[in-house]
């Protein structure tokens, strides 16, 4: 076991495995054992996580779907629910934060836990095995973890854990060696087009790159160069920063086909921006400014924004959602994409406001809310963002109209 040393670290890289599958099997069963491919069944759809059995297939995360389709005929594709998602990572956090001093979430399903001074008392091995079981126990979902002295050797290791027992220690002073053998696509921070330059100076092996001048290293590749010739050869000071909640959330859409259709485009942003809202209201949070995002179909993308007094009500969002959109869309020319972002978050409840808010409002929004807490954030929308791809033409379907409640339940 690793020795107490108080000049040496003692990090843990927790990652939970195929997150969003593993989610959708706590739901579904009968997905277990089964290449499952999450994301949107489209031309333009990608992979956002895929099971291990896909994974067999060749098939991997961000791939596009249709590819993923040609290499697993069989998969069974599953939309996805990004609520669904958010709130058992919330889960896991809470679990996390309960039992450990200190704490990085670097995802929504990855953990920087720092067990320094741990190891004299408890030890950070057993510390480590009893934070994964426990989240096994208590969220149902699996996880892997990689321990070593520092963030990068531990997060190569989480992924060497995964095809092991889900647990991997790397002993103080054996960094180097340890990351020897591995191809230099392991080392977090080097992408496809700096594989492709390494590789075509013949560095393949991490080992090769940690035998590289580090000056050759600042040549090529700039300041990036001696970053991952540190972290070839096990050198990563880079501390568990403490975590706080986010200060913004968002949500974009990018459209199968580029459109012009305005009620369309209007319908998506109304799903958006009341999910979103959803979102707040549930975790006690209120934003004070709103954005707007489009980008055409040349890729030129515009974003304008919005300061507003605090608050998480649809009715007081959706507005100013849509007349940022009237503003930003003046060039009439087909849209790729979309989005929406609520920033400059704070914690606590809406306000009633006397002179926009009634009460009838704010019942319907936690009656709206506990039905959607209890059975998922899409069974309860309105009727203008149901289904943005079969509105029907409407000239303000947002002046006026309070919510419909769709009993959309899913058995």
Known sequence: MMRHNPMVRTIQH????????????????????????????????VVASCSYEARHFGVRSAM??????????EAIIVRGNSGA???????????????????EKSSVDEFYVDFSGTEKFFGAWKLAQELRKRIIKESGLPNSFGLSMNKTVSKVATGEAKVGNGELQVEHGTEKPFLAPMPIERIPGVGEKTAHLLRSMGVAKIHTMQELPIDLMQRVLGEHGPVLWRKANGIDDSPVIAWHERKSISTERTFERDTIDVVKLKGMLTAMAESLAFQLRKGGKLTSCVAVKIRYADFDTHTQQQRIGYTACDHIILPLIHDLFRKLYDRRQRIRLIGVRFSHLVGGGHQMDAFTDTQEAMDLYQAMDRIRKRFGDRVVMRAAGMDAHSIGRMDNPFD???????????S
């Open 400 to 410: 006026g109209q309070a919510p419909v409640l769709l009993a959309n339940r899913r």
């Open 14 to 45: 927790l990652d939970l495995n195929t997150f969003f599958v593993s989610v959708e099997r706590l739901d579904n069963k009968a997905l277990i054992g089964k290449p499952v491919l999450i994301g949107a069944d489209s031309d333009r759809g």
């Open 64 to 73: 596009p779907m249709r590819m993923a389709k040609q290499l697993c005929p």
């Open 85 to 103: 998602y958010m709130k058992k990572s919330d889960e896991v956090t809470e679990i996390i934060r309960a039992h450990v001093p200190l704490f």
